[in-house]
């Protein structure tokens, strides 16, 4: 079947290599913009992101995972945050985080640009926060490490449909 959204979605893979080549603002907002149109419960919109380009930040937060070396290699991050004064219902608004992240990862390969969601980080959000200087009502959800990817032949896999379908009645 030839759609551009489903064909996005299937060439999608996570790019964990960049060139140092920069990520314009405008091309980091739309990727953004991207997220914010993705369905949140009653339209709370409850995300909210920081942008990181600057490299002391990056080597700041590239101490907090195991995965340093995309942090370092990639010229963007996003880091994506709910904001508990803005949510409703725990689940639902996770929920909301997850769909607004991957859209920002189908608008960052529509763009020709590659991107990973790093989600080990989490461990230490409190410290990304720190790093960030943001309060306290600020959860973080996901960094995305964006770039220009390095090209490569990317593999990834799937179980069959048939694993997932617990029943058609
Ligand atoms: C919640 C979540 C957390 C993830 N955390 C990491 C991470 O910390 N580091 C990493 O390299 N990839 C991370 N990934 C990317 C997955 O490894 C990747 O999506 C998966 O292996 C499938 O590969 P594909 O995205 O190329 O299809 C994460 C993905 C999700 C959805």
């Known amino acids: 079947m030839q759609n551009p959204v489903l064909e996005a979605i299937y060439r999608r893979r996570s790019v964990r290599e960049f060139t140092p080549e920069q990520v314009s603002t405008e091309v980091l907002q739309e990727i953004i913009r991207a997220g914010i149109w993705a369905p949140s419960g009653l339209n709370n919109q409850p995300w909210r992101f920081v942008l990181v380009g600057d490299e002391q930040t990056r080597e700041q937060l590239a101490a907090l995972t195991k995965y340093q070396k995309i942090v370092l290699a990639a010229p963007a991050l996003i880091a994506v945050f709910l904001d508990q004064n803005a949510m409703y219902d725990q689940v639902k608004d996770h929920q909301a ?14 763009l020709g640009l590659g991107a990973v969601w790093l989600g080990q980080i989490l461990h230490h959000k409190d410290q990304v926060r720190q790093v960030l200087k943001l309060d306290d009502h600020l959860d973080l959800m996901a960094v995305i490490a964006l770039g220009r990817p390095v090209i490569k032949e990317r593999h990834s896999q799937r179980k069959p449909l048939e694993d997932f379908i617990l029943k058609s009645i």
């Open 97 to 110: 985080a997850g769909a607004c992240i991957q859209n920002m990862l189908l608008a960052a390969e529509a």
